[in-house]
């Protein structure tokens, strides 16, 4: 009985664990490069936006508030 459990894998592959190799690894990376870029793009919007808030609300003759 004991040789039995000393012969059985610790890891067993299962089914679930499938689901991991659907991607390759280069897949992987540029879907988390790509989500990760997608997720810094709107504090490029923003640095690029907000310090024109100023001359835009000079040139339209409206408040910094309206502008926003």
Same mark, same amino acid.
């Given at each position: 009985? &004991?040789?039995?459990l000393?012969?059985?894998?610790?890891?067993?592959?299962?089914?679930?664990?499938? %689901?991991?190799? *659907? !991607?390759?690894?280069?897949? #992987? #990376?540029? %879907?988390? !490069?790509? &989500?990760?870029?997608?997720?810094?793009?709107?504090? !490029?919007?923003?640095?690029?936006? &907000?310090?024109? %808030?100023?001359? %835009?609300? #000079?040139?339209?003759?409206?408040?910094?508030? &309206?502008? *926003?």
């Amino acid at each position: 009985m &004991v040789s039995d459990l000393e012969d059985t894998p610790l890891l067993v592959s299962t089914t679930d664990e499938a %689901i991991y190799d *659907r !991607f390759t690894p280069d897949q #992987k #990376k540029w %879907i988390v !490069f790509l &989500v990760s870029f997608a997720g810094l793009l709107p504090m !490029f919007v923003q640095a690029t936006f &907000v310090p024109s %808030i100023p001359q %835009i609300a #000079k040139d339209l003759d409206s408040t910094h508030a &309206v502008v *926003r």
